[in-house]
């Protein structure tokens, strides 16, 4: 399928850049460590995001990748490549099939384990190919070890693809935001079929069926941090919105 490069929308910070590593996108300037990258498409066609990650640690690094699937619709296939701009013949790429296991870490290898010069960067080329409506999460993380983390990037993909019935541009509100308490969700007259909300590590922490229009729901509970609010419109398509819950 044709490989489409599309534009980039800034998300939300996960960790701090304590670790001297930058993280940039394509040919971006901006520090995306931590970060998410959403991207929005109404076709299956195959969404190649290419991204480098600066070694500024002073000392050469052996880095590991590991790609953990928060949000993955069924048809859906991902793959990467990953390896060293100061060690071009060292990296490989990993294909679907290969990929399959969550979260799934490249092997203990020169291949899979790429030496990274300080001042040198890694690469890694993200092909994530949508297989109709729905919505995959991604996190690509950077460990020595393949268990402890140290710095990660995140890709939200959501496509409309062959979903004729919902109206054009769907949305909703939320408010407000910050919330503390109760927060009021406007669908817009939306075919909502459901609703969950996730935290940061992907964990579902609420879910309901049957949606009003405008529906409310009780945060007092959750603990201070960001969410995403995910609403699913005819069973298919999803939308999905930032909370910021602070008591």
Not at 3 to 18: C, E, H, P, Q, R
Not at 95 to 113: C, K, L, R
Not at 183 to 199: A, F, H, Q, R, W
Not at 223 to 229: E, Q, R, T
């Amino acid at each position: 399928m044709k490989k489409i490069l599309l534009s980039l929308i800034l998300g939300t910070s996960l960790y701090s850049n304590a670790q001297n590593i930058t993280i940039f996108v394509g040919s971006g300037t901006t520090d995306m460590s931590g970060q998410t990258i959403s991207i929005n498409v109404d076709n299956t066609n195959q969404i190649a995001t290419s991204m480098t990650f600066n070694n500024n640690s002073g000392a050469t690094q052996s880095w590991r990748m590991t790609v953990k699937d928060l949000t993955n619709t069924a048809g859906w296939e991902d793959g990467f490549c990953w390896g060293s701009t100061s060690n071009p013949l060292i990296g490989n790429c990993y294909g679907n099939s290969q990929v399959n296991s969550n979260p799934w870490t490249t092997p203990n290898t020169n291949t899979g384990h790429p030496s990274v010069d300080n001042g040198s960067s890694g690469t890694l080329l993200s092909d994530i190919t949508p297989g109709g409506a729905g919505q995959g999460h991604y996190r690509y993380l950077i460990s020595l070890d393949g268990t402890t983390f140290i710095d990660s990037v995140d890709i939200l993909v959501t496509s409309t693809a062959g979903i004729k019935d919902i109206k054009n541009n769907p949305s909703f509100s939320m408010s407000p935001n910050p919330a503390n308490d109760i927060i009021s969700l406007d669908v817009n007259d939306l075919n909502v079929t459901g609703i969950k909300m996730l935290d940061l590590l992907g964990n579902i922490v609420y879910t309901e069926n049957n949606v009003s229009d405008n529906k409310k729901v009780d945060v007092s509970n959750f603990k201070n941090g960001v969410y995403f609010v995910v609403i699913e419109i005819n069973g298919k398509a999803t939308l999905n919105r930032k909370l910021v819950v602070k008591h």
